[in-house]
């Protein structure tokens, strides 16, 4: 059974940086490209990055390009994003899932709980 379990969230003043991980069980991590997302409070869903199995291949989104960075440290069956220069907007629940293959495919079958970032002025 695939359990991911994220954790690092919490509250940090504008230009600050905090640094998520996410801890998978249940398959050999190596074996899939991970996944970052974030949802704030009546809004959609939105992809913030991906990294591939071997964490040689990495995807992000517009909004946060040039401020986060996505890593993966397979032999600790953890990923993280690491999230610089924050901003209001980055305020909202993120959430770490695996995608189908070891590519980058952005088709995520397994989700984490979320850990909730907030950014305050």
């Known amino acids: 059974q695939v359990q991911l379990v994220e954790s690092g969230g919490g509250l940090v003043q504008v230009g600050g940086s905090l640094r998520l991980s996410c801890s998978a069980s249940?398959?050999?991590?190596?074996?899939?490209?991970m996944g970052w997302f974030r949802q704030a409070p009546g809004k959609e869903r939105e992809f913030i990055a991906a990294?591939?199995?071997?964490?040689?291949?990495?995807s992000y989104g517009d909004s946060v390009k040039g401020r986060f960075t996505i890593s993966r440290d397979n032999a600790k069956n953890t990923v993280y994003l690491q999230m610089n220069s924050l901003k209001p907007e980055d305020t909202a629940v993120y959430y770490c899932?695996?995608?189908?293959?070891?590519?980058?495919?952005?088709?995520?079958?397994?989700w984490g709980q979320g850990t909730q970032v907030t950014v305050s002025e």
């Open positions: 249940g398959r050999t991590l190596s074996r899939f490209a």
């Open positions: 990294i591939s199995g071997s964490g040689s291949s990495t």
């Open positions: 899932a695996q995608d189908r293959t070891a590519y980058i495919m952005k088709a995520y079958d397994y």
